[in-house]
């Protein structure tokens, strides 16, 4: 319901107007977020984090153009946040999900107002989650990539197009959903969790300090918010023959592959 301008760089645009308590500059909010970029491709959040958020409007624990464009919304209502570069992640990004000063367009829910930003045990995605991430290989033919993985099959492959020898800013990041049974997905996360007995030699906790961010898969997963494994296995022949590693190259490289024979 037409354009506003709270601040220059945030432009709001009410999609439904809600019903319940209003939301001021210093409201705790609970929301439900989505985030595209200017041509349309999601980079919201991965699913090991769930779809809800918890925001404190009053303190900068968040992008300023959130902070700008949800006052003034209403319980139910659902509004749309163009947010320019300067106002959400800048110079920066985010390695793995949002690029380098990109103009983001966030979709916000506002599902209620709350007395304090704690996390409640609901507002994580029910049941355990994963987040795989490593960078393919050290010649630099394949970059950085990311695959979330939820037990109810619903997967997420973020990945840098570009060689991993370019300058972090200039390169793009594509998100792709991946459908995946959610019997695999579960079985794959078992897996995981597995490693460390499996694989004692090859899996190294996440404080050992020995972890080769460059040569190493960094695994995690959460339960309800906790985590309930943060390692990084070492590349081994071992490793790389082992059921875990056999699903994880089928869900990505075919990506990569086509990335590749595109460009």
Avoid at 108 to 119: D, G, P
Avoid at 142 to 166: I, M, P
Avoid at 184 to 200: C, W
Wanted: proline share 6%; hydrophobic share 40%; net charge neutral.
């Amino acid at each position: 319901m037409g354009l506003q301008s709270p601040k220059k760089g945030v432009e709001i645009e009410d999609l439904i107007v809600g019903t319940g308590d209003e939301a001021t500059k210093d409201s705790v909010v609970a929301v439900s977020l989505r985030e595209f970029l200017r041509r349309g491709d999601e980079v919201s959040p991965s699913p090991l984090f769930g779809t809800k958020h918890v925001i404190d409007l009053g303190r900068r624990e968040c992008m300023a153009g959130l902070r700008y464009g949800i006052p003034g919304m209403r319980v139910g209502g659902i509004r749309q946040i163009t947010i320019s570069p300067h106002l959400a992640y800048g110079e920066a990004g985010i390695p793995g999900r949002i690029p380098a000063n990109a103009l983001l367009r966030c979709r916000v829910e506002l599902l209620e107002i709350r007395q304090h930003s704690a996390l409640l045990p609901q507002d994580w995605l029910p049941g355990k989650s994963m987040m795989i991430s490593a960078p393919l290989g050290a010649n630099g033919k394949q970059s950085d990539w990311q695959l979330s993985v939820h037990e109810d099959g619903t997967v997420w492959l973020t990945f840098a197009q570009g060689s991993r020898d370019n300058q972090q800013e200039n390169k793009s990041w594509k998100q792709i959903p991946i459908r995946l049974e959610a019997v695999k997905s579960a079985e794959l996360i078992r897996e995981a969790i597995n490693l460390p007995k499996e694989m004692p030699r090859d899996c190294v906790t996440w404080n050992s300090g020995v972890i080769d961010r460059k040569n190493c898969m960094v695994i995690e997963v959460r339960e309800s918010g906790l985590t309930v494994l943060l390692i990084g296995v070492q590349e081994s022949p071992a490793f790389r023959d082992s059921a875990f590693s056999r699903t994880v190259v089928q869900l990505t490289v075919p990506y990569f592959s086509a990335d590749q024979a595109s460009t």
